[in-house]
Structure formats: C-alpha cells, structure tokens
C-alpha cells in the first residue's frame, strides 16, 4: 500500500504564497508522473500541474507562470509553490502519484488533500 500525505495548505490573502508537501511512503519500487490536483467548490477536479521522473512539467493554463511544480525523487516527495494567489485558486489540492509496485502495472494513489483559500 502507498500513502501520500500532503501538507502546508492555509488560508493566504491574494497575491500571497503557499508551498504545498506531499510525501510518499509505502510499498513501492518506482514513482513515475506526480501530479497535483484540485477541486473548488461546486466545482469538478482538475488538472494543475505534473512532473515527470526526469523534470519534465505540463501546466494548467490557469497557473502558469504563477505556480511551480518540483520533486525530490531521493525523498519520494512532491512541491508546489504557489505564488500571485488569486481567490479563484480556493480549492481542496490533491496530491497524485503513479507507482510502480510489487502489484502489476502502474497504479494510482491520492492523497488526502489540504485546503487552500484565497481570500482577504
């Protein structure tokens, strides 16, 4: 079994900054793509941000240039700087990764998710 367990969400005003952790743990050979995930409300999950093993990023439109996505593959764990914060970025975040295991296939795991607001 693998856990993700996100950390560091908070209400923030506008224009402020946040730094999002996720940390991996747990019965895995491999973590392929992470991602970050998030869900407003009344609204449906969507895409933010992911990284592949190698660095490799793809952005949502809506964060680009504002949000940054990271990882440190030597502590299986996940970043996302959020900087500009807008009250539109008020979301549940969700962590995502795709592992390897002793299971067959690539398999995909979330975390709990931390809240963000936006607001002031």
């Known amino acids: 079994q693998v856990q993700l367990v996100e950390s560091g969400g908070g209400l923030v005003q506008p224009g402020g900054s946040l730094r999002l952790s996720c940390a991996a743990s747990?019965?895995?050979?491999?973590?392929?793509?992470m991602g970050w995930y998030r869900q407003g409300p009344g609204k449906e999950r969507e895409l933010v941000a992911t990284?592949?093993?190698?660095?490799?990023?793809n952005y949502a439109d809506s964060v680009k240039g504002r949000f940054t996505i990271s990882r440190d593959n030597a502590k299986n764990t996940l970043y996302l700087q959020m900087n500009s914060l807008k009250p539109e970025d008020t979301a549940v975040y969700y962590c995502?990764?795709?592992?390897?295991?002793?299971?067959?296939?690539?398999?995909?795991?979330w975390g709990q998710g931390t809240q963000v607001n936006v607001s002031s």
């Open positions: 995502n990764a795709r592992v390897i295991s002793i299971r067959p296939g690539e398999l995909s795991y």
């Open positions: 747990g019965g895995f050979f491999r973590i392929n793509a």
């Open positions: 990284i592949t093993p190698d660095g490799t990023t």
